[in-house]
């Protein structure tokens, strides 16, 4: 169970305000993509879900329960960062352990979800191998089985394709639909990418200058765009 529910929240770095008071509700198992051109605060947003960065006024429920000022590791999160954060010494299984054994998991039980993980993302014989020796594609999986050993109850996804390749990049779209659709775990997903967020979304939010424009399936936002900002966005070419 994990929807999540941010109301009226705002965000200021020093005096300056970049997050203008922001109203989503996300149902449980819904995949949301978070889209606007590059500087509108989709990453301070993201951020804030993630408990990275403090929130400055408003509402942010996990769950049900009020996170605002709950410690990022105690909110049953996690944060897939793009694929060349893996640690470059560290075996693919140990990738994949690496915050259950910070955590003081037992072995047998890392192992085990280490297992379950490679499983599910296909990643079974490459566990002994070390990054480098992975395919970019691969190695997304790795930080995708990253967040699924932990039994994360939400995804948030920032920009995770952007250093791909372009046909890598469709490929990976479908892999992270497709596992959320056998997972059903709640994720927020944030691109600058129009066709990505068109492709991915079960709902779409559109952001510009720290503030919300639109809210809708993407057959809603295609349809009938609530701005001519709106318009003009989904419209661009990538
Ligand atoms: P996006 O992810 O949509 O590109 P960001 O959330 O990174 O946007 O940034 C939103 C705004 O906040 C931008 O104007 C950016 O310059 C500013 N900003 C982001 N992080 C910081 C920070 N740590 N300190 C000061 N300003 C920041
Ligand atoms: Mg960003």
Avoid: W
Avoid at 132 to 156: E, P
Avoid at 167 to 190: D, F, N, W
């Amino acid at each position: 169970m994990a929807s999540i529910a941010l109301h009226n929240i705002r965000k200021s770095y020093g005096n300056l305000p970049v997050i203008h008071g922001v109203d989503v509700d996300i149902q449980d198992g819904e995949f949301i993509v978070l889209v606007g051109p590059s500087g509108c605060g989709k990453s301070t947003l993201l951020r804030m879900i993630a408990g990275l960065e403090t929130i400055s006024g408003g509402r942010l429920s996990i769950g049900g329960r009020m996170v605002n000022d709950l410690p990022s590791k105690e909110r049953d999160i996690a944060m897939v960062f793009q694929s060349y954060a893996l640690y470059p010494h560290l075996t693919v299984a140990e990738n994949m352990g690496f915050s259950l054994k910070l955590r003081g998991t037992a072995k047998d039980e890392i192992g085990h979800r280490v297992q379950s993980a490679a499983k599910t993302l296909a990643l079974e014989p490459y566990l002994d191998r070390l990054p480098r020796l992975l395919s970019g594609g691969q190695r997304q999986r790795v930080a995708m089985g990253r967040a699924i050993v932990r039994d994360a109850k939400v995804f948030l996804f920032d920009e995770p394709l952007s250093n791909l390749d372009a046909k890598l990049r469709v490929a990976m779209r479908a892999e992270i639909k497709e596992l959320h659709q056998r997972l059903k775990i709640t994720t927020v997903y944030v691109t600058h990418d129009q066709t990505e967020a068109m492709t991915m979304a079960d709902r779409i939010v559109v952001m510009r200058d720290g503030i919300v424009e639109q809210i809708g399936t993407p057959l809603e936002i295609y349809d009938r765009p609530a701005t001519t900002f709106v318009a003009g966005f989904i419209g661009m070419p990538a």
